[in-house]
């Protein structure tokens, strides 16, 4: 019966622990994501306003990202 109660608890503390790192990689995994995807947002709020002020420049921006020419 002791033996029962100790295996069970010392799996409980197992358990515990996995979850805890777990759950820690899969909030470091989640931040990482929310931060590249706030990046995004503001490179594209950028890039609009730079189409709006300054299309040419902006078309050197995209074919320079895109990769398609080098920047003149």
Sequence with gaps: ??????????FAVVALIA????G????????IFVTLL???FW???I???LRMFS?????????TIRGEKPAE
């Design 19 to 22: 979850l805890k790192l777990l």
């Design 47 to 49: 890039y609009l306003v």
């Design 55 to 63: 299309p040419k420049t902006a078309d050197r921006v995209r074919s």
């Design 38 to 40: 706030w990046l995004a």
């Design 1 to 10: 019966m002791v033996r029962n109660v100790v295996g069970f608890a010392g």
């Design 24 to 31: 820690g990689l899969l909030g470091f995994a989640i931040s």
């Design 43 to 45: 490179g594209f709020i």
